[in-house]
């Protein structure tokens, strides 16, 4: 049976090992933080480049969308126009 000198010894050279063990462990976490914040930096700015692009976009179409509905209810109100007042018109190019 080893003595209790042996014994501690043993356990000391176990905790001198986990020490040097929980170091590389945190030097590992470092790395991987870094390394995660600047993916995360990299992915941030291409959202918000597409983002940028996308309301640019939503922009245009929002123009368009509302060009076309006004031509297309102006259209509308002087056909109207044109029918409510078929009669007067017909008169005067009489």
């Not at 996308?54 to 109207?80: C, P, R």
Request: charged residues 25%; aromatic residues 6%; contains cysteine.
């Amino acid at each position: 049976m080893p003595s209790a000198v042996e014994r501690i010894s043993v356990v000391e050279t176990q905790v001198i090992n986990l020490a040097e063990k929980i170091d590389d462990i945190k030097s590992d976490v470092k790395v991987n933080h870094e390394d995660i914040k600047l993916q995360l930096k990299t992915m941030y700015d291409a959202s918000c480049s597409q983002h940028a692009e996308l309301a640019k976009k939503l922009s245009e179409v929002e123009k368009f969308k509302n060009k076309w509905i006004y031509l297309v209810t102006g259209g509308a109100v002087a056909v109207a126009f044109v029918l409510s007042h078929l009669d007067s018109i017909k008169t005067f190019i009489s």
